[in-house]
Nanobody, 124 residues
Framework: QVQLVESGGGLVQAGDSLRLSCAAS????????MGWFRQAPGKEREFVAGILWSGGSTWYADSVKGRFTISRDNAKNTVYLQMNSLKPEDTAVYYC?????????????????WGQGTRLTVSS
């Protein structure tokens, strides 16, 4: 059973940096795609960044490209989201997600496993 546990959220100011972590357990993740999504109050959950566990290819939402970086540590079974130049519009609950798959996806429906989320608030 796949378990995903996010951490690292908090309250920061605009322009700050923060790193989120997603500890993954329950299986080996070779052949999986991992993603970060976020959901702001009153809005639908949206894709932020993704990574293929095997090979490490990444893809991003246009809104975070150039500011956010997704990475994974095979030894620790952990996925990270490094967020720089944070903006108030980045305020949301951030979720880690995982699914079998070797192609890029930005669709929530393509991800089978989800963490409980970690909240980020960016003040102006």
């Amino acid at each position: 059973q796949v378990q995903l546990v996010e951490s690292g959220g908090g309250l920061v100011q605009a322009g700050d940096s923060l790193r989120l972590s997603c500890a993954a357990s329950g299986r080996t993740f070779s052949g999986y795609r991992m993603g970060w999504f976020r959901q702001a109050p009153g809005k639908e959950r949206e894709f932020v960044a993704g990574i293929l566990w095997s090979g490490g290819s990444t893809w991003y939402a246009d809104s975070v490209k150039g500011r956010f970086t997704i990475s994974r540590d095979n030894a620790k079974n952990t996925v990270y989201l490094q967020m720089n130049s944070l903006k108030p519009e980045d305020t949301a609950v951030y979720y880690c997600a995982a699914s079998r798959g070797s192609y890029y996806s930005r669709r929530t429906a393509d991800y089978e496993n989800w963490g409980q989320g970690t909240r980020l608030t960016v003040s102006s």
